[in-house]
């Protein structure tokens, strides 16, 4: 992308283009939701538009924002769990930094039987698994004497 004049012959103005991009980055949201939101702001924005906009500018906020993200530790631990998801049940793997930062969860129907470490939360793995999309959640510890 050209950064000299990235909102080159756009028909918006790179605020809005960029608050779109960003609400849909960030939230839930479906490209109708934000037509929608636009609209009840007196903006008339096709849904495919702002897809458009979503797969221009995406990879560039993307670029620019990582440098930015804090890095986690390089000390981390697993923590394994056995919970039921609608009437299933079902093993809750979720990767911890020392600081208590939430790196990546994941849910699957079946347990790793080689010795408990969840090989499922690399891509390369074959087993049926089942991503979540997660906050990183900030871990209350109490002080016990």
Known sequence: M??????KWRHFQADIILLCVRWYLRYSLS???LEEMMLERGLQVDHTTIYRWVQRYAPELEKRS???LKAPNDSWRV????IK????WMYLYRAVDSDGNTLSVLLSPMRDAEGGMPRPLNAS?????TALRVQPLKLLRSRSR
Do not use: G
């Not at 050209?2 to 909102?7: L, R």
């Not at 998801?85 to 299933?88: L, P």
């Not at 793995?125 to 698994?129: G, H």
């Open 2 to 7: 050209d950064t000299s004049t990235p909102f």
């Open 31 to 33: 490209y109708r939701d």
């Open 66 to 68: 990582r440098p930015h």
């Open 79 to 82: 923590d394994e769990t056995y």
């Open 85 to 88: 998801v609608k009437k299933v």
């Open 125 to 129: 793995s074959s087993k049926r698994c």
